[in-house]
């Protein structure tokens, strides 16, 4: 266990975004962040976790709504 003290994790909704859309984007974000956190992710899963993470804070992929 790690006694670092980690920021809150901000996302920020974009403008007309409906807000399922925005809850579920931002979920995702959360985890992604975390699992870097915890260095959850080596190697190849890391590169597609950071792409998939920086798709997703730039509005370029609009996650799965359950």
Same mark, same amino acid.
Do not use: F, H, L, N
């Given at each position: 266990?790690?006694?670092? /003290?980690?920021?809150?994790?901000?996302?920020e909704r974009f403008y007309d975004e409906p807000l399922a859309h925005y809850e579920a984007r931002r979920r995702e /974000?959360?985890?992604i962040i975390t699992g870097f956190r915890n260095?959850?992710?080596?190697?190849?899963?890391?590169e597609r976790m950071e792409n998939r993470l920086m798709a997703l804070q730039d509005g370029m992929v609009v996650p799965a709504v359950a």
């Open positions: 266990m790690s006694d670092e /003290i980690w920021p809150a994790i901000k996302v /974000i959360v985890t260095s959850r992710y080596e190697g190849d899963v890391a």
